[in-house]
């Protein structure tokens, strides 16, 4: 069963963890930014099975993730390319990243730190900003009905809402 089905907000994390929340899509994604591109090399890096490999692909790939694309003109075998889409899953994969590192590992104990290749330093950790560029913090930031809720979300959220405000006033 499909994990939006268990949501009663009907919100993105769910949907993006239906074709995300396998751990192995999540290493492929990882890879094709490393600059992995063929079936071959994906296996060989990840130690994956092809059955499983072939189904992640196909499933990244039905989402806009990766695009399948010939290694040339009318060559049988084919590559696997980040789309704009895909691409934009950079932040995410960052923050997984980093939050292994703190949580799982331990400061001083990072497998794998991302550098600024112009200056050759550290990246900052992965923040939440306001649209002036405050750094927020969790109460700072309220959830809300977007276009797209439906009724059950907009209840929700109405709820969490009336919790937020109760909370408030103690």
């Known amino acids: 069963m ?6 009663p ?3 993105s994390i769910a949907h993006v963890l239906d074709f995300l929340g396998e751990g192995w899509s999540m290493l492929i ?13 994906f ?14 692909l196909k499933k990244l790939c039905e989402n806009g993730i990766l695009e399948r694309v010939p290694i040339k003109e009318g060559a049988k075998r084919h590559e696997y390319l ?3 889409k895909g691409k934009e899953l950079l932040p995410l994969l960052i923050a997984l990243t980093q939050w292994g590192d703190k949580w799982v590992y331990g400061e001083g104990n990072e497998p794998v730190i991302f550098l600024d290749r112009e200056q050759g330093k550290q990246i900052s950790p ?3 900003h306001a649209e002036d560029g405050r750094e927020l913090r969790p ?6 009905a977007g ?9 929700r959220l109405q709820e969490l809402l009336a919790l937020a405000r109760e909370i408030e006033k103690q």
Do not use: C, W, Y
């Not at 276009?147 to 209840?155: D, F, M, S, T, V």
């Open 2 to 7: 499909k994990m939006e089905k268990f949501d």
């Open 9 to 11: 907000l009907n919100g």
């Open 29 to 41: 994604i990882r890879e094709s930014f490393f600059g992995i591109r063929r079936f071959e090399e």
């Open 43 to 56: 296996q060989r890096h990840l130690g994956i099975a092809r059955n499983i490999l072939t189904s992640r």
């Open 82 to 84: 980040l789309t704009h």
């Open 126 to 128: 992965i923040r939440v």
């Open 139 to 144: 109460r700072e930031m309220m959830p809300t």
């Open 147 to 155: 276009p797209g809720a439906n009724e059950e979300a907009k209840n």
